[in-house]
């Protein structure tokens, strides 16, 4: 069986939309979602519609807590704005109340299994969501996500693709749908083929001027949601 696994999307449907038509292209049968549907932009809606059609596993994103401060603490709006963008105000918008409960239902981890193929599914680490995990980070962080019991441990929320041989198994950053901090205008992500235990990263082009175009509507202030879609785009 050939699984996508897929990261911090943030309400990037464009990107999305590419990513699947690819994997669908590669024959991907099953995707792994660890985390950050919401945040930043605006179509968590087509997001959760599209992955819909697909059989999935996901996990909950340190975005889908910002989303549940945002709900029970209305008053944090315009800070979560600023740092973030109104992805989190388009998801309260546009989710119905059954799509936010399921957000907020969802785990923190999930450990998985394909054939012979052991899985681990983690946002930030397996031991915190919102733990950051650079390709550079030291050994000491990345030998702690080793595992005995898995053949690939997944982290997200860097939004770095990486790949890194442990001792016992292979830790993987698929990197960033919605907001790659590789390059703009490119999603990562990553296939595991659980007939060979083989792995491969993937960058898909999308076409990021709808976006930037909603972001001069929604959030022209905040200059971050605008660099990062055209960082070291064409370099």
């Given at each position: 069986m050939k699984i996508a696994v897929i990261s911090d999307?943030?309400?990037?449907?464009?990107?999305?939309?590419?990513?699947?038509?690819?994997?669908?292209?590669?024959?991907v049968e099953h995707l792994l979602v660890l985390g950050d549907i919401v945040g930043y932009y605006y179509h968590p809606d087509k997001v959760l519609e599209a992955l819909s059609e697909w059989s999935f596993d996901i996990i909950k994103g340190n975005h889908e807590y910002i989303l549940e401060d945002l709900i029970a603490k209305p008053d944090l709006a315009n800070s979560i704005r600023l740092k973030y963008g109104s992805g989190h105000k388009a998801a309260l918008?546009?989710?119905?109340?059954?799509?936010?409960?399921f957000?907020?239902?969802?785990?923190?981890?999930k450990s998985v299994q394909f054939d012979e193929v052991s899985i681990l599914m983690s946002?930030?680490?397996p031991w915190s969501n919102d733990f950051y995990i650079y390709p550079d980070c030291g050994m000491d962080?990345?030998?702690?996500?080793?595992?005995?019991?898995?053949?690939?441990?997944?982290?997200?929320?860097?939004?770095y693709a990486f790949a890194i041989n442990n001792a016992n198994s292979v830790l993987v950053n698929p990197g960033s749908v919605g907001q790659s901090r590789q390059e703009g205008g490119k999603s990562s992500?990553?296939?595991?083929?659980?007939?060979?235990?083989c792995f491969r990263m993937f960058s898909t082009d999308y076409e990021v001027d709808n976006l930037i175009n909603e972001i001069a509507e929604k959030d022209e202030d905040i200059e971050y949601l605008t660099k990062v879609l055209i960082r070291n785009k064409g370099t």
């Open positions: 999307i943030h309400g990037n449907y464009d990107a999305l939309f590419e990513v699947l038509k690819k994997a669908k292209k590669e024959g918008e546009k989710l119905s109340e059954e799509q936010l409960k957000l907020k239902e969802l785990p923190e981890t946002h930030g680490s962080i990345i030998t702690r996500c080793d595992s005995t019991e898995h053949n690939f441990v997944l982290v997200g929320h860097s939004h992500w990553c296939m595991i083929d659980t007939n060979n235990k």
